[in-house]
């Protein structure tokens, strides 16, 4: 088994230095983009490798469902055996990738779950995007897709905001608030927060990508409300005032739909120009080598998931398991 493809469960390294780069440097909505898809990508070679070792490091051992003779072709085709190290990477890959489906799937039920209640909470209150919930706590979050009480049917998603919340706010940080909420759906942003969310769950390295990225919706979903108002020191306003008066909803909301984010960092950036919405970062630049250095450890990443399972495949062919 050659070393390279165990490079996919450390390549995301190169990732790691664009995730705070690309939080201060770059528009958070190519910020999103971008460390979404690296994510996804590193976590899906990650993954694959880890299926790949299960395959070759446990030939060895009694009971594995393919014939012996292909393991003598993949030692043909690799060169020496080395059945110790595989054999003991092998029973490691099975122990990591066990963990990774029930931790996949405990988020998954996990998920159902929390927004099963959300949308319990919602019942009896009327049709709208807006719905206000009478509630001393305040809070305020977007829950998207939500089914509506009238038709049972899936809507574009809805924004729950409390009285109490409302209280809080004068009629130009309403407005801001429910602008930001508003961005969180027209964006898509619980997709970008799930997809990092299970990535990280795929290969811890990939953590700071997953903070990064929940801060980062938090800032474009920020941007959103500052152009369509038109004010951003109103939106920083309501963005503070908010933080200090929110004790969180009820019940649970879906992953990361209500997190509020670094928010001294967000009113500091509010109260700063917008963003330049650039397409990429200049190259000779701290945030443009970093991410040139986690796209070429991404490709890598994923010639060598490639090149692994496209070897594996031909050898199994000539063996004639396939």
């Known amino acids: 088994m050659g070393v390279f493809v165990l490079l996919p469960l450390l390549l995301p390294l190169t990732a790691l230095p664009i995730a705070r780069l690309a939080e201060r440097h770059l528009h958070p909505r ?13 976590a899906l070679c990650s993954t694959v490798c880890l299926g790949l070792l299960v ?38 890959a099975v122990v990591a990738l066990l963990a990774v ?3 996949w799937s405990t988020a998954a039920r996990r998920h159902r779950r929390v927004r099963h209640r959300a949308e319990h909470a919602l019942a009896g209150v009327p049709d ?37 919340m409302l209280a809080c706010l004068d009629a130009s940080e309403r407005a801001a608030l429910v602008a930001h909420e508003r961005a969180h759906l027209a964006g898509h942003h619980h997709r970008y927060l799930l997809a990092v969310r299970f990535a990280a769950r795929a290969n811890p390295l990939l953590l700071p990508l997953r903070s990064a990225v929940t801060y980062t919706t938090e800032r474009w979903a920020d941007e959103e409300a500052a152009r369509v108002t038109g004010e951003r020191r109103v939106v920083a306003r309501a963005i503070g005032k908010a933080a200090l008066v929110s004790r969180g909803a009820p019940t649970p909301v879906p992953a990361a739909f209500a997190a509020p984010g670094p928010v001294p960092r967000r009113v500091a950036a509010l109260l700063e120009p917008a ?14 080598l970093a991410a ?18 496209v070897t594996l495949f031909l050898v199994l062919k000539t063996a004639g398991p396939l």
């Open 275 to 288: 963003p330049s919405a650039v397409s990429w970062p200049p190259v000779f630049t701290a945030v443009g």
């Open 55 to 92: 395959v070759v490091g446990t030939v060895q051992l009694p009971g594995h469902p393919l014939p012996d003779g292909w393991g003598d072709a993949w030692a043909e085709e690799e060169g020496p055996p080395t059945a110790p190290y595989e054999e003991a990477a092998g029973k490691g």
């Open 128 to 164: 709208g995007e807006l719905a206000v919930l009478t509630d001393e706590a305040a809070y305020a979050y977007a829950l998207p897709g939500a089914r509506t009480s009238a038709r049972d049917r899936v809507s574009g998603g809805r924004i729950v905001v409390s009285t109490a």
């Open 292 to 309: 040139w250095a986690a796209a070429a450890g991404t490709l890598g990443s994923a010639l060598s998931s490639a090149n692994a399972t």
């Open 101 to 103: 489906a029930v931790s």
């Open 30 to 42: 190519l910020a999103t983009r971008l460390l979404s898809a690296l994510a996804a990508v590193l």
